[in-house]
């Protein structure tokens, strides 16, 4: 996924000094040798980027800073514990924590893309990000956050298949059929990546290389761009994108429908209750994730700005990775108890060996 405003290339750039001074030579001395023409400075000059400045003042800066540690070292922990405990806990070796393993490990890749680079800037009091870092970053995550969003579509078919066809569930998630599925998520955002970071680092950038955005986004690298072709190429290939997404979310808002279909019908209150705190942490990661990424795309020219654009992007690529240990933790025993016991377990074997080191 990706977002910010579109803008399309301006038809009419500033002329550089440089060119003026061409013109100058040339109304002096006649047309100019065809091997000394001005060319526009493109993409193949620009060794770096200028990320977005969070703050205008050190102090500011700093405080940011260990906001963003904080932010970070909780999601690794969170996402940390949650992988730790379905990988170490047999009981929980079923397809609904596999896929779950799996979300918390893209995750941990997802906002271990963006916010060490923005840590690292806020800290040194610098901005750049080298056209490879940049790049690198554009393509992992574009990777890790379609990833993410095409197994949330997966999960919302296991938790349908589960309520609304439990006798078949073993039959239609079985070990190999979860493996593929997962496979398949992992896959699409991979090629979803290559694509859109080939297309997008091949167009001519000539509209300098200050990108506002606090990391480097497919939509803030397009409006540097200077060949109008290439933008509206590359503008055609997200918005054939995003059909794809908005399948995937009415794919998931109809399981949905009939989940709580199926969940009314319930006689036994305990099943319902036991239903729901199933489906609605899924629920609210999705709505989360979809109505902040379609809410960038969507919005009017008029209502685009960095401080808008930062916080759109910010609600969809850093606090989902930071909040999705709690939402589905929070309501799952199982989960809780897991980690629970995976993290007693470890300190006591850490307190066991240390006992048994001579001293």
């Given amino acids: 996924m990706v977002t910010g405003h579109l803008h399309s290339p301006g038809s009419s750039l500033e002329q550089p000094e440089g060119a003026a001074i061409l013109q100058q030579n040339k109304g002096q001395h006649g047309a100019e040798p065809h091997s000394q023409k001005y060319q526009m400075p493109n993409s193949s000059s620009i060794s770096e980027f200028l990320l977005l400045v969070l703050a205008d003042t050190r102090q500011l800066q700093l ?39 799996n979300l918390a490990l893209l995750d941990l890749a997802c906002i271990s ?19 490879a870092g940049c790049a690198a970053q554009v393509f992992f995550f574009l990777f890790f956050i379609f990833a993410e969003y095409s197994l949330l579509t997966v999960m919302s078919y296991d938790r349908y298949v589960a309520i609304c066809k439990p006798l078949h569930y073993g ?47 497919i939509a803030q690298i397009l409006k540097l ?66 109505s902040t990424a379609m809410f960038a795309y969507l919005k009017s020219s008029s ?5 808008l654009d930062l916080l759109v992007s910010f609600l969809y690529s850093v606090v989902p990775p930071a909040v999705n240990p709690l939402i589905y933790g929070l309501r799952n025993q199982e989960l809780k108890a897991a980690v629970s016991n995976t993290y007693f377990y470890s300190i006591h074997k850490m307190h066991g060996s240390l006992r048994g080191v001579p001293r």
């Fill in 303 to 307: 209502m685009s700005s960095p401080s």
């Fill in 171 to 217: 039959t239609l998630l079985g070990s190999r059929a979860c493996a593929t599925m997962a496979a398949a998520a992992w896959s699409t955002g991979l090629l979803y990546a290559l694509l859109h970071t080939a297309t997008a680092f091949s167009i001519p950038l000539c509209q300098g290389n200050v990108v506002d955005q606090f990391f480097c986004e």
């Fill in 225 to 290: 761009s200077c060949s109008k072709s290439d933008y509206i190429r590359e503008v055609g290939i997200i918005y054939f994108s995003l059909c794809l997404i908005c399948g995937c979310f009415v794919f998931i808002v109809l399981s949905y429908v009939q989940i709580f279909r199926a969940v009314l019908r319930m006689p036994s209150e305990q099943g319902r209750h036991k239903a729901f705190s199933m489906c609605l942490p899924h629920l609210a990661v999705v709505s989360l994730f979809v």
């Fill in 63 to 101: 405080l940011l800073f260990w906001l963003l540690l904080g932010i970070y070292l909780a999601a690794l922990l969170g996402n940390g514990l949650i992988s730790t405990a379905v990988a170490c806990d047999h009981r929980l070796h079923t397809p609904m924590y596999f896929f779950l393993l």
């Fill in 113 to 131: 893309t963006t916010l060490p680079k923005a840590m690292a800037n806020a800290l040194w009091d610098t901005r750049h990000i080298s056209y």
